[in-house]
């Protein structure tokens, strides 16, 4: 699988950020709207890595 590069969106009226999951990945792997993920965060100095592990996935 090649790279995939997205980008970093903020929300209006939040300091949420929103990061796209391609829909090349989320057809590919069957994420939807609604899923939740568990987010891990590694940080060393040269690269910031955040794994999502899927939690729960939407029935609707």
Do not use: C, W
Not at 2 to 16: A, E, F, I, L, Y
Not at 38 to 47: P, R, T
Not at 50 to 59: E, G, R, S
């Amino acid at each position: 699988m090649t790279d995939k590069v997205v980008k970093v969106r903020g929300r209006h009226g939040t300091k949420s950020l929103d990061i796209t999951i391609p829909a090349e990945l989320s057809k590919k792997f069957d994420i939807n709207a609604g899923d939740l993920f568990k987010v891990k965060v590694i940080n060393d100095e040269e690269s910031i890595i955040i794994n999502y592990q899927l939690v729960y996935k939407n029935k609707h």
